[in-house]
């Protein structure tokens, strides 16, 4: 089997097309932006569709928690553009159930404006750290070269006051159940931690020139 028909057959079980939403929330042409924290610095703002999709996924792994359940593992998450039907993968993650301690329930999934699934408004966060580049008013230091390459591939110049994506920046998400089968059918129940490194490994070989993540892909 082709790992075209691989990653294909993985979106389309997943529903990655018809599930996604637009990721950041677009007025007149450009990214909304609005003022955060107690300096009120300038952030890229996350669309209500995203809030809600990825706040609805997160919602099955704090339930199964506080229930000792046991039946998610976290989330697996897909920052992604779409040319026709086809998903073209831009960032891949995950986000574990667990913190540091393998106890408790991780501070990424309870934090819902900060942190939020690593998709947070905080710096070290994405949507923190992407701004600090995109948005104007940020100290150069928190520019990192990580998401300078993001703000090039998604967006038309920056930093900007009224930043321009080249395309539509889609969002999936989904709460990975314990046992699921990932990306190779055959290999069968695979863990969330497997599942974004073969998801990565894949994606960056058919995607390499379009996937930002930088750990896990396959280097020629």
């Known amino acids: 089997m082709s790992k075209s028909k691989i990653w294909n057959d993985f979106c389309l079980k997943?529903?990655?097309f018809t599930n996604s939403v637009p990721?950041?929330?677009?007025?007149?042409?450009?990214?909304?932006?609005f003022q955060y924290g107690k300096n009120k610095r300038t952030l890229l703002k996350r669309s209500k569709d995203m809030e809600t999709l990825l706040g609805d996924e997160v919602k099955k792994i704090i339930d199964?928690?506080?229930?000792?359940?046991?039946?998610?593992?976290?989330?697996?998450?897909?920052?992604?553009w779409k040319e026709e039907e086809n998903i073209i993968p831009l960032y891949?993650?995950?986000?574990?159930?667990?913190?540091i301690n393998n106890k408790d329930l991780s501070t990424n999934l309870t934090d819902a404006r900060g942190k939020f699934s690593r998709w947070g408004y905080n710096y070290a966060y994405h949507f923190g750290d992407l701004s600090a580049v995109v948005c104007e008013g940020h100290s150069p230091d928190k520019g990192t070269p990580k998401y300078h390459q993001w703000?090039?591939?998604?967006?038309?110049?920056?930093?900007?006051s009224a930043p321009k994506?080249?395309?539509?920046?889609?969002?999936?998400?989904?709460a990975?159940?314990?046992?699921?089968?990932?990306?190779?059918?055959?290999?069968?129940?695979?863990?969330?931690?497997?599942?974004?490194?073969?998801?990565?490994?894949?994606?960056?070989?058919?995607?390499?020139?379009?996937?930002?993540?930088?750990e896990g892909v396959n280097r020629s």
């Open 176 to 214: 990975w159940e314990t046992g699921s089968t990932g990306i190779w059918q055959d290999f069968g129940p695979t863990s969330l931690t497997f599942l974004e490194y073969l998801l990565i490994g894949v994606a960056s070989d058919l995607f390499p020139e379009d996937l930002l993540n930088r």
């Open 64 to 80: 199964d928690f506080e229930s000792a359940s046991n039946n998610y593992e976290g989330i697996i998450y897909m920052m992604l």
């Open 14 to 16: 997943n529903k990655v």
């Open 92 to 99: 891949i993650g995950k986000s574990e159930k667990f913190g």
């Open 151 to 160: 703000a090039e591939k998604l967006f038309t110049t920056y930093p900007s």
């Open 23 to 33: 990721l950041f929330e677009e007025g007149s042409g450009s990214v909304q932006t």
């Open 165 to 174: 994506l080249k395309q539509t920046v889609w969002f999936w998400s989904k």
